[in-house]
C-alpha cells in the first residue's frame, strides 16, 4: 500500500499541472495494477495521460524523478568508464531549454547530437556539488522533435562561479593574456584563440573557435559560451553562434582583477582552479621533499638513481616541499618548489646541499611547518589523487591568538 | 577520484559524546558523526600527552591519552604505525603534542560506544601551536553550531538547503544525520566548551590588562544591569560575567572581594543584590 501512496507522490511530483486529484490517480493505478500493468509502466502511462507535464530546468528540485523536458542539446561528449571491472560508454554534457541550462549524465546511448532539440521523458535531478544534474538511465526515453524551441535565455556568471556543465552564459571579462594558434579538426587546420580571462572574483581560461580580433586588455561581454574543464581548471569555450561585445576597459581596471580565495572543500569540490589563494594547517611533509634528483632530460624526478623514461641518468639535484594543507573542511596537496622553498626555510639552495643528511632538512621542514597556518598561491590540479596547489607563492600566517579569542567571545555574544 | 579525508577540529569534549556511526565499506570510509553533525574520518588535534603505556603483552601496543581544554583523547598505536608510535615512546610526558588520526570505535554492546585514535602522525609542538589549535578548534566547534541551528530550523533538515547556505558537503550531511539520530542537542553545553577552552589562552591576558579593581567594576555594572527589587541570583550573574570573558575562578573571587567591601550582599542565599 505505502508504494502506491509513493507512486502517486512520484506521479503528482511529475505533473507540472495538478489538474488531477489523489483519489482519482489512486483509482487509475489500482486500475492498471489489477490488469497487471508493471507499476513503473502504469506510472508513465499516467504521467503522460495527466500531461502537460513538461517541467523548465529552472524548476528542477534535487531528487525529482519522471522528469519530462523539452530542450536542446547544447554540447555532448562521451567518456569511458569501469563499472565493477567492466568498461561502459557514457555521455555528459549540457542540456538548455528557455529558462536555463543544466549538466547532464547519459548510462547508455540515445543518439543525440549537439543541436538536436528533444522530448526527454522519465529523467531523474540529482544533487552533485550542490548543483542539480540530469541523469538520463535505463528508464528514461528520449525523441528528438522538431518543435522550434527558443534559445536559452544566457545567464550572467562571474568567473567564480564557472563550473563544468554549465551553459548559455554571459560573462564580462577582461581579456589577460591572448594566443593565437591552429590545430587541426578532422582533416582541417583551424585557427583557435585561447588565453586567460579574468574578473574580480578570479580567473579563468578561455578558447574560442572564431576571431573576434581579442586583444589582451579588452573587456568583453560574452553571451553564449560554455564551460568545460582541464584538471579541475574551468574553460569558457565559445565560438561564432557567441557574441561578443567591446565594453569601456575601465568597467573592469586592470588592478580590479583579483586572486580567488576560496575554501578547501570548494576547491576540492571544483577539482581545480586557475590562480588560486587557500589558507590551512600543514599537517604532513610528504616523502619526495627535501633534496632530489631529477632526469637532465626531461625534469622528472629520479627514483633510486633512474627516470622512469630515460633509465640510469646523472640526475641533477633541486629542492622542493610537498605537503598536505588541510582547514578542518577539506585537504589539499601543495608543492613548493626551490624558490618558494628556499624562501620559507630563509636558507639558500646551495646552504642546504651542503647539509650531510636528507633527513635533517625534513626535519627542519617539519619543524618550521607542521602546525602552522600557511597560505598558498597557485593553480590548482585535480587529478584522481586530489587536488595539488602548484605554489607560486607561500606564507606562514601569523595568528594573534589574543585578538582572535576576544573576536570569538563577541561573536559568542551574537550567537 | 581518491579523496583525501579532512583532518576535522574538534575538542575532546565533542567527539567523546559521539555515538552513531556509519559503516564504511570495502571502498568507503568509516565516519563517527558527533552531536554538532562532524562527520569524521580524520582529525587533527593538539594537547599534552599526559601517559603512555605498553598495553600488550608480546608486541608494542601503545595507549595514550591526550588532553585539551575540555577532554581527554584516547589513542591506541602499534606496530602498523610505527613513526606514531616511536614518536610515543621517545616524547617525554608531558609535552604538547600535535597528531593526525583516523577514529577508532569499539561497541562492547547496543548503544554504547568508546572512541579512540590511531594516530597517522605525531609531534611534538609548543604552547603557541596549543593555542592556535584552540583557536582553530573553537573557530570550527562554532561553525558546526551554527550549521546544527540552520538545520533545525528546516523542515525536514536536508543537504540541499544547507549546502545553499555555504556549508561543506560533509558538515551538511553531518548535521542531517546528528537531528535525525542525537534527539535533543545540548547547543549551550558546546558552547560553554568553547569559552572554557579560551579562558585556557586567555585568564591571564585579563589579569594582566585588568587589574582586580577593573575586573570588579566590571562585575559590579553587570549586577546592577541584571538585578530586580530582589537582587540577581547567583548563576545568572556569573553566567553574564563568563560571556564577558572573565573565567568562574576569577569572578567568584570578584564576587567574595565586593561582598568584603560592602559593594553587594546576599540578601538570600544564591542571590545577589547591590547595596
Not at chain 1, 542539446?73 to 542540456?95: A, H, M, P, S, W
Not at chain 1, 528528438?144 to 536559452?152: G, K, N, R, V
Not at chain 1, 587541426?184 to 579563468?204: F, H, I, M, P, W
Request: hydrophobic share 35%.
Amino acid at each position: 500500500l505505502t508504494s502506491i501512496d509513493e507512486s502517486i507522490d512520484d506521479i503528482l511530483d511529475a505533473l507540472s499541472e495538478k489538474k488531477v486529484g489523489r483519489e482519482e490517480l489512486e483509482k487509475h493505478l489500482k486500475r492498471f495494477l489489477e490488469y497487471g500493468v508493471p507499476l513503473d509502466h502504469a506510472k508513465e502511462t499516467l504521467i503522460k495521460k495527466f500531461g502537460g507535464s513538461r517541467v523548465l530546468i529552472k524548476d528542477l528540485k534535487p531528487d525529482q524523478r519522471n522528469i519530462t523536458l523539452i530542450c536542446r542539446v547544447i554540447n555532448i561528449n562521451q567518456r569511458e568508464i569501469t563499472v565493477r571491472g567492466e568498461t561502459r560508454k557514457i555521455f555528459y554534457g549540457i542540456l538548455g531549454d528557455e529558462s536555463g541550462t543544466v549538466p547532464f549524465t547519459a548510462w547508455k546511448d540515445f543518439e543525440i547530437e549537439k543541436g538536436d532539440v528533444v522530448e526527454i521523458s522519465n529523467a531523474c535531478a540529482r544533487e552533485w556539488g550542490g548543483n542539480i544534474k540530469l541523469s538520463l538511465g535505463e528508464r528514461t526515453t528520449i525523441k528528438i522533435t522538431d518543435e522550434a524551441l527558443p534559445e536559452a535565455q544566457p545567464t550572467e556568471c562571474k568567473v567564480k562561479d564557472l563550473r563544468p556543465g554549465l551553459g548559455a552564459i554571459e560573462i564580462v571579462a577582461r581579456i589577460l593574456k591572448m594566443e593565437e594558434r591552429q590545430v587541426e579538426v578532422g582533416d582541417q587546420r583551424k585557427n583557435v584563440y585561447s588565453g586567460v580571462l579574468g574578473d574580480e572574483t578570479g580567473k579563468a581560461q578561455f578558447t574560442s573557435w572564431h576571431d573576434f580580433e581579442l586583444k589582451e586588455g579588452d573587456v568583453i561581454k560574452i553571451s553564449g559560451g560554455y564551460i568545460k574543464s582541464w584538471k579541475g581548471i574551468p574553460q569558457l569555450i565559445f565560438d561564432e553562434k557567441a557574441t561578443v561585445e567591446r565594453l569601456d576597459s575601465s568597467v573592469i581596471s586592470e588592478k580590479s582583477i583579483k586572486t580567488q580565495r576560496l575554501p578547501l572543500h570548494e576547491l576540492v569540490e571544483k577539482r581545480g582552479a586557475l590562480d588560486v589563494e587557500v589558507e590551512g594547517t600543514v599537517i604532513d611533509i610528504r616523502k619526495g621533499s627535501g633534496l632530489i634528483d631529477r632526469c637532465p632530460e626531461c625534469n622528472r624526478v629520479l627514483r633510486e638513481g633512474k627516470c622512469s623514461i630515460h633509465g640510469d641518468v646523472e640526475g641533477i639535484t633541486d629542492l622542493r616541499i610537498k605537503l598536505v594543507m588541510d582547514d578542518g573542511t577539506g585537504a589539499v596537496g601543495g608543492i613548493l618548489g626551490r624558490e618558494v622553498t628556499e624562501k620559507l626555510l630563509g636558507k639558500s639552495f646551495e646552504e642546504l646541499k651542503t647539509e650531510k643528511s636528507y633527513d635533517k632538512i625534513i626535519e627542519k621542514m617539519n619543524n618550521l611547518l607542521f602546525s602552522q597556518r600557511l597560505v598558498l598561491q597557485g593553480n590548482a590540479l585535480g587529478d584522481e589523487f586530489g587536488t595539488t596547489i602548484i605554489a607560486r607563492d607561500a606564507k606562514i600566517v601569523d595568528i594573534d591568538v589574543e585578538a582572535e579569542s576576544r573576536k570569538l567571545f563577541e561573536e559568542l555574544e551574537e550567537l | 577520484m581518491k579523496r583525501r579525508e579532512p583532518a576535522w577540529r574538534v575538542f575532546a569534549g565533542e567527539y567523546n559524546d559521539s555515538t552513531v556511526e556509519i559503516r564504511g565499506g570495502e571502498k568507503t570510509p568509516s565516519y563517527i558523526v558527533t552531536p554538532l553533525g562532524g562527520k569524521i574520518n580524520r582529525l587533527f588535534l593538539v594537547g599534552v600527552l599526559t601517559d603512555v603505556e605498553n598495553v600488550s603483552e608480546g608486541g608494542e601496543f601503545l595507549r595514550a591519552h591526550v588532553s585539551d581544554p575540555t577532554g581527554v583523547f584516547t589513542l591506541y598505536s602499534g606496530q602498523y604505525q610505527k613513526d606514531a608510535t616511536d614518536q610515543l615512546l621517545n616524547i617525554e610526558v608531558p609535552s604538547f603534542i600535535g597528531v593526525i588520526g583516523k577514529i577508532r570505535t569499539f561497541v562492547p554492546e547496543e548503544g554504547s560506544m568508546y572512541l579512540s585514535i590511531r594516530p597517522e602522525v605525531v609531534r611534538e609542538l609548543d604552547v603557541e601551536a596549543r593555542n592556535r589549535w584552540i583557536i582553530e578548534t573553537c573557530v570550527q566547534t562554532k561553525h558546526r553550531i551554527g550549521a546544527i541551528i540552520e538545520g533545525m530550523k528546516m523542515n525536514p533538515p536536508n543537504v540541499y538547503d544547507l549546502r545553499k547556505l555555504g556549508y561543506s558537503r560533509d558538515l551538511s550531511e553531518g548535521v542531517v544525520t546528528a537531528l535525525k539520530n542525537y534527539g535533543e542537542i545540548d547547543i549551550e553545553k558546546y558552547l560553554s566548551l568553547i569559552r572554557e577552552s579560551l579562558h585556557y589562552i586567555t585568564p591571564q591576558e585579563w589579569k594582566r590588562k585588568m587589574g582586580s579593581e577593573e575586573i570588579e567594576n566590571l562585575i559590579l555594572e553587570t549586577i546592577k544591569e541584571v538585578e530586580g527589587d530582589e537582587g540577581a541570583a547567583w548563576d545568572l550573574i556569573v553566567e553574564k560575567c563568563q560571556k564577558k570573558g572573565i573565567d568562574e575562578n576569577t569572578i567568584e573571587e570578584a564576587l567574595t572581594s565586593l561582598m568584603d567591601k560592602g559593594y553587594i550582599f546576599e540578601p538570600v542565599l544564591g542571590t545577589i543584590k547591590s547595596t
